[in-house]
């Protein structure tokens, strides 16, 4: 399994690896070897895995898809890569990603765009492109991702793969290299909703080393796959579905519906109001957070530090200058200025406040349902360059995604169909799935159904 994944990997021009190392795999693929036949084996013992490159890695460099980082190697494991690889997971390597997390295309790497492997002139979504795009092309059969505002679950529907972003703090972020960490969760992608489940499994847990890590009875996520579905109530937002709606997104959407009320469901009109609002107040509270977590990147301790400064200001200055790209400097000084004196009352604060309403709608909608569904992105993928210039356009392309980061719910993107018309028809369109508090084994089970 490990050569076959590591030729495809070799043979494919999409950009989703950064960094893979053959010895270091068939390392650990003997060692699974060794396992499963000294029947110690787990469900996952040798299969093959690969790691967006946020997480961080003791033996691959981890760059977080950043100029600044270009060289790091970590002394230590990420808890996740940790615990996938006790489990008995073979490490294929590390994927690209936007710099830092911070992005929808995955053009915000220092190391490139990645191509979408359904229409290689199209975006792979980000952040987690290089992950998305891996499982898309067969390059692997199982990622890792983290989604602070969408990361997962958009590059899975701009794919057409499976991907699930767990309850806040479920998943250790310990050794995943921090944005935003009141939103920042890691989750895994996978060809269906019963990897994801797997995957899952071997990822949740607590974690002393993070402070906002849960302490919670250890589960199965795929013990429910089997549920009928039948009188499950599918919250459907009216907001998700108005002018903003690309015609052939919202068809194959509600074609999904349709398949799930074959299956038993009702459907059930729900409102959540604040979803416009998702957008101000998480490119409030991201980059507000990304400026406190970024400001140890000074040359000092860690990444690039600038060949020739004149004092220790100086080269603060030049090694940050250097180091970071366009997007993640834009985000620094958003976040420095919402946090200053005189600002944070008018732009944090009040973020904050409307952080709260936004989980207060969703505890209000789920007294009406049991999952609430419509799509992941306002459209299919868009073209590779059409607008890596204009950050807004990616900005307000997030709606549909944010609003359950701010909330700290658990989300899902399953694939549900394709674009219409000569140049849409091969990009995927994703369908989402929000759940309520710890709801991942149903989540699972409802995606499972439909898969
Ligand atoms: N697209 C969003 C952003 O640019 C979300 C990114 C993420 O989830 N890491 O911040």
Redesign the pocket.
């Given at each position: 399994l490990a050569q076959h994944f590591l030729s495809r990997i070799q043979g494919s021009d999409l950009n989703a690896f950064l960094h893979v190392d053959p010895a270091l795999t068939l390392e650990q693929a003997a060692a699974a070897d060794a396992r499963i036949a000294a029947g110690t084996a787990t469900a996952l013992t040798g299969i093959p895995v690969a790691h967006k490159d946020i997480f961080v890695t003791r033996r691959l460099r981890s760059t977080a898809g950043s100029h600044m980082l270009e060289n790091y190697v970590s002394p230590f494991d990420a808890t996740v890569v940790e615990k996938l690889a006790q489990a008995g997971m073979v490490t294929l390597g590390k994927l690209n990603?936007?710099e830092f997390?911070?992005?929808?295309s995955n053009e915000?790497s220092y190391f490139g765009a990645v191509k979408n492997p359904w229409d290689k002139t199209a975006v792979p979504g980000?952040?987690?492109g290089g992950s998305a795009a891996a499982i898309a092309a067969r390059l692997a059969p199982a990622v890792t991702g983290?989604?602070?505002?969408?990361?997962?679950r958009?590059p899975a529907s701009f794919c057409g793969v499976t991907g699930i972003k767990p309850t806040y703090g479920s998943v250790s972020r310990y050794g995943m290299i921090a944005?935003?960490s009141s939103?920042?969760q890691g989750g895994p992608m996978a060809q269906t909703a019963q990897d994801c489940g797997l995957l899952l499994n071997a990822m949740v847990g607590f974690d002393a080393k993070d402070s906002t890590s849960l302490e919670r009875q250890p589960e199965d996520f795929n013990r429910d796959l089997n549920q009928s579905l039948q009188g499950l109530r599918i919250g459907v937002p009216k907001e998700f579905f108005g002018d903003g709606l690309a015609k052939d997104v919202e068809q194959a959407v509600r074609a999904a519906l349709d398949q799930y009320v074959k299956l038993g469901a009702t459907l059930v009109e729900i409102s959540l109001p604040k979803t416009e609002l998702s957008i101000p107040v998480?490119?409030v509270i991201?980059p507000a957070e990304a400026s406190s977590n970024l400001s140890r990147f000074d040359g000092v301790r860690y990444g690039h530090r600038a060949a020739s400064y004149t004092d220790l200001n100086d080269m603060y200055r030049q090694s940050r200058t250097e180091g970071f790209g366009a997007?993640v400097k834009r985000?620094i000084l958003v976040g420095a200025y919402v946090l200053s004196h005189g600002y944070y009352d008018a732009y944090y604060l009040q973020a904050q406040k409307i952080r709260r309403l936004i989980a207060q709608d969703f505890a209000a909608a789920f007294e009406k349902c049991d999952v609430i569904m419509g799509p992941v992105a306002p459209t299919v993928a868009w073209d590779l360059g059409a607008q890596s210039d204009d950050p807004v356009a990616?900005?307000l392309?997030?709606i549909f995604?944010?609003s359950t980061?701010l909330a700290g719910l658990p989300g899902m993107s399953i694939p549900c169909g394709f674009g219409q018309g000569d140049k849409n028809a091969k990009r995927p369109v994703g369908l989402q799935l929000i759940g309520n508090y710890f709801t991942e084994a149903r989540l699972l089970n409802i995606a499972h159904q439909y898969q």
């Open positions: 990603c936007d997390a911070m992005g929808s915000n980000g952040s987690s983290t989604d602070t505002g969408g990361s997962i958009q944005f935003a939103l920042d998480y490119y991201a997007e985000r990616n900005y392309a997030d995604t944010l980061s």
